[in-house]
């Protein structure tokens, strides 16, 4: 091979991992789920890559979804350690919002994720500054990952411009994210033998972009965090707050000539190849606790009990609260892990509910869903 065409030894990922990743759910609100017993699915075919040589770092990770036929990037960056306490990443990374990774224990999340404000990636700079106990994120976002708001084939929640795979009060309103700005504070505690609390805040303000009015509204959100490891205990609390103020035209025109009405008082969000409304505004309350036990059952290492829950109170009186419960355990067990979830919710996107009040079941509903991922 000429010299020219060799790629430099620093571009070749130092880690390469597949995961391969089973899905089970039955949802007690479809009398096919009932009556068949759930179904049983290869969900998630998942290549990450990852390497780095000195102070240049390269992370990427590219996810299939055949049962739902789309695939796209989670999150591609590289990044650059200044010094051991400052380091920048271009690309699409992770937004530095509330508690991180997750606001949750279990595999389906809290609510928070389904508006947008759990582990969310867009497209943009970061820089991280970690001294000590103190941890500080800045971030500019120039647009959410795919560049594309009209395509909700996508891992990260994000304001989506149509109703593509639209249901549950997606409206095809015509707004994007643009030019989003993140800061995220964070101080830990260290207790000694009892333990770490980690206290922070995070504050992001970006703009909507209305294709439909040529016009720039905004949205923002606000949290303050808890995130507390006591022994064998994990403790974490949440409050936030969020608004999107979009320049919504007063109607748009469907393929068949007849004109929809849009509501300003309702957010359409998606992805997975989904899309959905939410209230414009809302309160979001987390509390999550969780315990992990080690054990020595043949492969099995730990397992780890958890209780995640989620209130979701919007602004408007027309929209009813939405909550959701999830109890469950994440089994460990080698290359192996499997969440066993237990979600009841009422009024939730995706357990047989719709969060802005339209035709979904506004009762209590229960999803059993037993996720298997093998990492190789």
């Known amino acids: 091979m000429p010299a ?4 430099p030894r620093w571009a070749v990922p130092t880690q390469v991992m597949v995961r391969c990743q089973l899905r089970w759910p039955l949802t007690d609100w479809d009398a096919g789920s009932r009556e068949r017993g759930g179904d049983f699915n290869f969900d998630t075919f998942r290549l990450n890559l990852d390497g780095e040589i000195k102070d240049m770092i390269l992370s990427a990770e590219y996810r299939f979804y055949p049962s739902d036929d789309w695939h796209a990037p989670k999150h591609a960056w590289i990044g650059y350690n200044f010094t051991d306490d400052l380091q920048g ?13 997750y606001a949750s224990h279990n595999f389906w999340f809290s609510g928070a994720y389904y508006v947008g404000l759990e582990d969310d990636y867009d497209m943009g ?10 941890d500080l994120a800045l971030a500019f976002y120039k647009n959410e990952e795919l560049g594309n708001a009209g395509n909700a084939g996508r891992y990260s929640v994000d304001v989506i411009s149509n109703a593509d795979g639209g249901f549950a009060g997606a409206q ?6 643009t030019n989003q700005f993140n800061l ?3 101080h830990t505690l260290d207790h000694g033998a009892l333990g770490t609390t980690e206290l922070g805040g995070s504050g992001q303000w970006g703009q909507l972009y209305n294709s439909g009015t040529g016009k720039t509204g905004d949205h923002w959100a606000g949290a303050l965090h808890l995130n507390g490891n006591y022994g064998r205990w994990n403790l974490q609390l949440q409050w936030a707050r969020y608004e999107h103020n979009p320049k919504n035209p007063d109607e748009v025109e469907l393929a068949d000539g007849t004109f929809l009405p849009i509501r300003n008082d309702i957010i359409t969000m998606g992805a997975y190849s989904f899309s959905w409304g939410v209230p414009a505004k809302a309160d979001i309350a987390i509390a999550n606790l969780a315990y992990t036990q080690p054990v020595n059952w043949g492969p099995i290492s730990s397992l780890t009990f958890y209780s995640d829950n989620t209130l979701i109170e919007p602004d408007k009186d027309r929209f009813n609260s939405i909550w959701q419960n999830v109890v469950g355990c994440m089994i460990a067990a080698g290359p192996v892990f499997t969440y066993v979830d237990v979600i009841s919710g009422k009024n939730m996107i995706f357990s047989g509910g719709d969060m802005v009040g339209g035709a979904g079941n506004e009762g209590r509903t229960t999803r059993v869903n037993v996720n298997f991922g093998y990492y190789f």
Not at 125 to 134: R, V
Not at 172 to 177: F, K, L, S, T, V
């Open 4 to 7: 020219w065409l060799t790629p």
């Open 89 to 101: 990443q271009i690309g699409v990374h992770q937004v530095p919002f509330g508690l991180l990774p």
């Open 125 to 134: 700079i970061k820089f991280l500054y970690n001294q000590g106990p103190w």
């Open 172 to 177: 095809p309103a015509g707004n994007r994210e």
């Open 184 to 186: 995220r504070l964070a």
